[in-house]
């Protein structure tokens, strides 16, 4: 799959393609069924299948002081489009040009000069343009016009309610990643670069991997069992510590990964660390040895979990 911005030309052999068209922060089931349903179409038609998304997300982009939402990374969603039979992966740069423009701009400008649409796959709730003017009617109409047809995905349901990266959040702010990963259909999944630490986990016999969260939603505080894909392609059962590490000075707010039979050094790699369960929620101890009988416990439980 290829990764393009729209600061620089198309390639020729993607112009005419059917875009599908949204943030697809998470690319869960409603998504997917917008992705597929854009491949589809695409496969159909003899046309390259592109999706266009926005970084930063447009809601950062307005609020930027808002707290941390984002549920994957551009490198992740990349590799899961890629994997859904995309053929390019489009990123608008969402700056101060982007959000100026109108609904009618926007459609010219991007859809039409920029990719040369033949096609664009949305969701039902899908707006546009400044102020967010547009919505799914007007770019089915601008469509007509520019010469590009326009199909609406209707929302996917689960459990009797629609899915969608708020409720994605909401499970897993409440410590529920099962919940999360129905909607995901896959656990959520922290990625990043391992740093250096204090060492501590060292002296319990807990060697950690630790990672910053970066932008990534903060789930709940917790302990978590994991698994953890490593650079080199390596799929590991852990237990890790997601939050401020109350028994420590000073607080740090990090995800710190065991992985069981692990040795090696994981430090500067870019590993992903998912999120399959909560185990319970961080606690502090009045001792190393009260930490240390509970991190047994832990270990014992995430094992156990993983297992199932």
């Given amino acids: 799959m290829e990764r393009l911005d729209n600061g620089s030309p198309l390639p020729a052999h993607l112009r005419g393609g059917i875009v599908a068209l949204g943030n697809f922060d998470g690319f869960h089931l ?14 159909a038609q003899g046309r390259p299948a592109i999706v266009a998304t926005f970084d930063p997300h447009p809601k950062r982009y307005f609020q930027p002081q808002t707290e941390h939402f984002r549920l994957t990374t551009l490198d992740q969603r990349a590799r899961l489009l890629a994997a859904a039979g995309v053929d390019a992966m489009l990123v608008f740069t969402f700056d101060a040009a982007l959000a100026g423009l109108s609904a009618r701009g926007f459609a010219q400008a991007q859809l039409g000069a920029i990719l040369g649409a033949g096609g664009v796959v949305t969701g039902n709730d899908f ?3 400044k102020g ?5 009617t ?17 929302p996917v349901t ?40 204090a060492k501590l986990g060292r ?4 060697p950690t991997a630790n990672m910053d969260l970066a932008n990534y939603l903060r789930p709940a505080y917790g302990i978590y069992a994991v698994r953890g894909r490593l650079a080199d392609g390596r799929v590991l059962d852990g237990v890790a510590n997601l939050g401020i590490r109350p028994s420590f000075d000073p607080p740090i707010e990090l995800l710190e990964s065991y992985f069981f039979e692990f040795e090696g050094d994981l430090y500067d790699q870019v590993i992903e660390v998912a999120l399959i369960d909560y185990l319970r929620p961080e606690a502090k101890f009045d001792s190393l040895d009260a930490l240390k009988v509970q991190m047994d416990a832990d270990a014992a439980k995430a094992r156990a979990v993983l297992a199932l």
């Avoid at 967010?132 to 799914?136: H, L």
Wanted: avoid cysteine; hydrophobic fraction near 40%; aromatic fraction near 6%.
């Fill in 158 to 197: 689960l459990d009797g309610e629609t899915v969608s990266s708020s409720r994605i959040r909401r499970y897993l702010r409440d410590g529920d990643p099962r919940g999360a990963a129905k909607l995901l259909t896959r656990p959520f999944a922290i990625a990043g670069a391992v740093q250096h630490g």
């Fill in 203 to 206: 002296t319990l016999g807990y």
């Fill in 127 to 129: 707006t546009f343009g």
């Fill in 132 to 136: 967010r003017e547009g919505d799914v």
């Fill in 30 to 43: 409603g998504h997917q069924a917008v992705v597929g349903g854009a491949v589809e179409r695409a496969r």
């Fill in 138 to 154: 007007m770019l089915a109409a601008l469509g007509e016009e520019l010469g590009y047809s326009a199909q609406v995905v209707a």
